[in-house]
């Protein structure tokens, strides 16, 4: 008696266990990059695409000048965000992420996606784009240019203006004098000079 | 019988956790290409790791911002050119396919210190993708129980040559545990991953 019923609960148990299946691993919800079969239009998925004209409101009112670049005296030529060192050096961070494939990390615009064909853009250190105001950087990520892809929805406004700001200082340092520099630095300049 | 269907079970959800065996793609992309040779920084494409849980699969745009004007016509890149012309994204094959039950955040770890490659291996060195740790719980437990062992400096996160210090790891990951705020109590529960 006692046998049976001990047999009877293993197979209850495993017939149980073997019902064990991969709902709990797989489970009925929207996962990200999932098919989603309820979408009517053509691209279909979980990740879609934004509406057309949409204008993100996390970053509080919409400011245009900082979204845009655009002033009513034309590109602006002072950033909209205060400069610091922080906004410089995450500025010089993202545009060796996203600029230096082709523009160089100098930006003489002989990066290594250059050197496998891409067409070269201009250096950053010719007269006229030394000329350009920092809206002109700006808007040339937001809405691309020449043969160069829009970067706006890779680069969020607050880096696109970081890098912008990043390449006025790489256009200063690769035009600059020793006299430049502040005299409390100039030694450690002249002692790497001659080491090198 | 039970411990049969009990190991058939195990041996079910096991057997699909397919370790260092490439995956097959809709398009033969090369991370040895253009991390490894090329020098793009992951985040070129992955442009959300360091926000968001998921580090995201590029859209067809990040490809042809450069195959607009490269290999342009070149038969190994017809799948993304026909997706750039009909608006169909690509549909990648999944490489590391999570329990829906467990909550993984890729943004907490690059910014604690952990290393792309700690997880995902020396992706510069992979012509194909695999998946380079079996990324179960027993393996994640690992590091969350004892995180001074593999924490970097957060300068050093995307550098997949990265190579921890031969001697004094745990020395420097416990003052990047401190510096870093991870919070070690805490790592090893339940709710860190499970809700």
């Known amino acids: 008696m006692k046998a049976s019923i001990g047999f009877s609960l293993l197979i209850l148990l495993s017939l149980l266990l073997s019902s064990c299946g991969m709902n709990m691993y797989d489970q009925p919800k929207a996962n990200l990059y999932a098919a989603a079969p309820y979408v009517k239009d053509k691209v279909v998925g979980t990740a879609r695409p934004l509406p057309e004209g949409v204008v993100s409101r996390e970053r509080g009112a919409v400011d245009p000048t900082f979204y845009t670049a655009l002033t009513p005296e034309g590109l602006a030529t002072d950033l909209p965000i205060p400069v610091t060192m922080e906004v410089l050096e995450r500025g010089q961070e993202r545009y060796n992420i996203y600029c230096s494939p082709c523009h160089n990390f100098n930006g003489n615009g002989l990066g290594m996606i250059v050197q496998k064909g891409m067409p070269q853009p201009a250096s950053f250190h010719d007269p006229r784009l030394r000329a350009s105001p920092v809206g002109y950087y700006y808007n040339a990520m937001t809405n691309g240019f020449g043969r160069m892809f829009s970067y706006a929805s890779r680069i969020p406004p607050e880096d696109r203006w970081a890098i912008a700001a990043y390449i006025k200082a790489l256009q200063l340092s690769q035009n600059a004098s020793l006299s430049d520099v502040p005299e409390s630095l100039r030694d450690s300049l002249e002692v790497q000079g001659a080491s090198r | ?195």
């Open chain 2, 1 to 195: 019988m039970a411990l049969l269907a009990t190991s058939l079970t195990v041996f079910a959800r096991t057997s699909n956790n397919k370790v260092r065996v490439p995956i097959e793609q809709p398009v033969a992309f090369s991370h040895a290409l253009h991390n490894g040779q090329l020098g793009l920084d992951c985040r070129y494409c992955h442009t959300s790791v360091e926000v968001a849980a998921a580090a995201n699969i590029p859209p067809t745009e990040t490809c042809m911002t450069c195959h607009s004007q490269i290999r342009v016509g070149s038969p190994q890149l017809a799948a993304v050119q026909a997706s750039w012309d009909s608006g169909e994204p690509l549909a990648w094959n999944k490489v590391h396919d999570l329990a829906d039950f467990v909550y993984f955040n890729h943004s907490a770890h690059i910014n604690k210190g952990i290393g792309c490659s700690s997880c995902h291996g020396r992706i510069d060195q992979m012509a194909a993708i695999w998946k380079n740790e079996p990324m179960t719980m027993g393996w994640c437990l690992e590091c969350h129980r004892n995180p001074a062992a593999q924490v970097r400096p957060r300068s050093e996160v995307f550098n997949m040559a990265y190579v921890p210090p031969a001697e004094g790891q745990l020395e420097l990951g416990e003052q990047l545990v401190e510096a870093y705020h991870i919070n070690e109590e805490k790592l090893p529960q339940c709710s860190t991953c499970h809700r």
